[in-house]
C-alpha cells in the first residue's frame, strides 16, 4: 500500500507535466477536467466563460489539470458517485457521505484556484487580492491539498470535519437544467447550484460555521427556499466565513508497520483568541446587497432598520418566512 502523500506547494511545483495529485511525470494528453465532463454536458458548460481575479476569463471546458491514469481512475470513481447523486436530487445528495462531497467540491476549487495562480503569472489586470502574493492564502491552500490526498491515499480524518457543507433545497419554476456557480477564493468559500439543490460550502474551517448557523439551518430545516431567500442564505455564509479567524493545521499520525491507512488530526493556529469577528450590520448589509443584486436591493434598503437588516429568510423571532406575498421596502 502506497502511502506516501505527495506536495506540490514545498517547491511551488505546478508542472504542466507533473500530475497534480501525485507528481507523476505525465504527457500532453493525460489531463482532467476542473469541471467535471458530466456536469459540463448537462448545464452547457464547455464554451461559458469563467471571470478570473484578474479580468481575463476562461471556458469552463478549457480549464484542466495534468493527471495520470492511475489518479484519473480514482477521480472518476468520485465522480460516478457525484452524478449518481445528483441524478438523485436533493436525496441523492443528502445520501452521499460528507467525506465525498467535500473531496469532489475541493478537487473543483483547487483546480480554479491554480488556474487563478497561472494567470497570475502574467495577468490582463494586477489583482486587488493576490493567491500567490498572500502567505496565508498560501499557507490554507496547502492544507487543503494535504486534505485533497484523501482522493488517492487511504485517509481517515480523525475526530474532525475538514468543511462546513450546506445542502439547501430550493423552489424553482423550471424543469430545464439551471447551473449557478459563485466562490470566494480567499475565504475559501464555494457555492454551486444544480437544479434544485444548493451546495454551500467553506472548505477549511473544521466545521465552525455549520455550528455557528445552527440556529438559521433549524429555521430553514425541511423548507424549499425561494431564490432571493438562497442569495441571502448565502449572503450569510459568505459574510461568516470572512469574519472566520482560525486556519486549522493537519498532520499525519506518526505510522506503524503494516498500516494499510494515513490518520489526519487536526489543530487550530490560535485557540486563545475569538473564533470569529464581531458580526456588524452594516458590512453584512454590504455583502448581501451584492447576492440581491438581481432583484435590485439596496443597501439603504436592507438598513432602514440597522438594528435588524431586511430578510426575506427569517421573521424577526427567527422563525422561517413563507413568501407566499412579499414586497422590496421602498
Not at 468543511?163 to 456557480?181: C, G, I, K, M
Amino acid at each position: 500500500m502506497n502511502l506516501r502523500l505527495y506536495d506540490p506547494f514545498a517547491n511551488m511545483t505546478f508542472s504542466e507535466h507533473a500530475c497534480f495529485l501525485c507528481g507523476t511525470i505525465v504527457n500532453d494528453t493525460e489531463r482532467l477536467p476542473v469541471f467535471p465532463a458530466w456536469l459540463q454536458k448537462r448545464y452547457g458548460l464547455a464554451a461559458k466563460n469563467l471571470m478570473l481575479l484578474d479580468q481575463s476569463q476562461i471556458a469552463f471546458g478549457e480549464m484542466t489539470l495534468p493527471c495520470c491514469p492511475g489518479c484519473q481512475k480514482t477521480v472518476g470513481e468520485l465522480e460516478e458517485k457525484v452524478l449518481v447523486a445528483n441524478d438523485n436530487g436533493l436525496q441523492g445528495w443528502q445520501n452521499l457521505d460528507e467525506k465525498s462531497i467535500f473531496l469532489w467540491l475541493a478537487k473543483i476549487y483547487y483546480g480554479i484556484t491554480v488556474t487563478e495562480l497561472k494567470a497570475e503569472r502574467a495577468p490582463l489586470i494586477k489583482p486587488e487580492h493576490s493567491v500567490g502574493e498572500n502567505p496565508k492564502m498560501l499557507q490554507k491552500l496547502q492544507s487543503l491539498f494535504m486534505l485533497l490526498q484523501a482522493l488517492r491515499v487511504p485517509v481517515e480524518f480523525d475526530d474532525f470535519t475538514p468543511a462546513s457543507v450546506f445542502l439547501v433545497p430550493l423552489q424553482r419554476e423550471t424543469t430545464e437544467p439551471e447551473f449557478n456557480y459563485r466562490d470566494d477564493i480567499t475565504t475559501m468559500m464555494f457555492s454551486l447550484q444544480l437544479d434544485d439543490v444548493l451546495i454551500v460550502s467553506h472548505l477549511l474551517d473544521n466545521g465552525f460555521l455549520k455550528k455557528a448557523l445552527t440556529p438559521v439551518l433549524r429555521a430553514i430545516e425541511g423548507e424549499q427556499l425561494h431564490p432571493i431567500q438562497a442569495a441571502e442564505f448565502s449572503a450569510r455564509v459568505y459574510y461568516a466565513a470572512y469574519l472566520f479567524n482560525l486556519i486549522p493545521d493537519y498532520f499525519v499520525r506518526s505510522q506503524k508497520p503494516g498500516d494499510t491507512h494515513l490518520i489526519y488530526d487536526t489543530l487550530v493556529d490560535d485557540i486563545t483568541g475569538s473564533i470569529f469577528n464581531p458580526w456588524e450590520n452594516d458590512v453584512y448589509a454590504t455583502a448581501l446587497e451584492k447576492f440581491w443584486q438581481p432583484w435590485h436591493v439596496s443597501r439603504p434598503q436592507i438598513l432602514q432598520n440597522p438594528d435588524l437588516p431586511l430578510s426575506f429568510l427569517l421573521t424577526e423571532e427567527g422563525t422561517f418566512r413563507k413568501l407566499e406575498s412579499w414586497e422590496i421596502p421602498v
